[in-house]
């Protein structure tokens, strides 16, 4: 079983930067994909970036150029730094994580198999 902890969100004004940590327990993390993903009232749960065990990066659209995604495999911690925020951004933040053996395939078409419990990440002015 994974454990997963998100710290680091708030409040903040359109512009501002933002950074988010989730520290996963149990072993093996390093050979783990990770992921954030976020949730808007009235929105599905939506990808918005994630990082392989070999620290190949994926992000939405929307994030793009704003967002980064970082892992330190020694701290067994990935990060999110969210720079330029707009009111849009405004959700619940969630870390996710495959289980260690998933393959790319698997990765890019299935959800992950554990889940934080979220974080509020509010973009206003």
Do not use: H
Not at 1 to 8: D, I, N
Not at 17 to 30: D, E, H, K, P
Not at 80 to 96: G, S, W
């Amino acid at each position: 079983q994974v454990q997963l902890v998100e710290s680091g969100g708030g409040l903040v004004q359109p512009g501002a930067s933002l950074g988010l940590s989730c520290t996963a327990s149990g072993s093996n993390f390093r050979r783990r994909a990770m992921a954030w993903y976020r949730q808007a009232p009235g929105n599905q749960r939506e990808l918005v970036a994630r990082i392989t065990g070999d620290r190949y990066t994926k992000y939405s659209d929307s994030v793009q150029g704003r967002f980064t995604i970082s892992r330190d495999n020694a701290k067994n911690t990935v990060y999110l730094q969210m720079n330029t925020l707009k009111l849009e951004d405004t959700a619940v933040y969630y870390c996710a994580a495959w289980t260690a053996t998933a393959i790319l395939s698997t990765i890019a078409s299935q959800p992950p198999d554990y889940w934080g419990q979220g974080i509020q990440v509010t973009v206003s002015s």
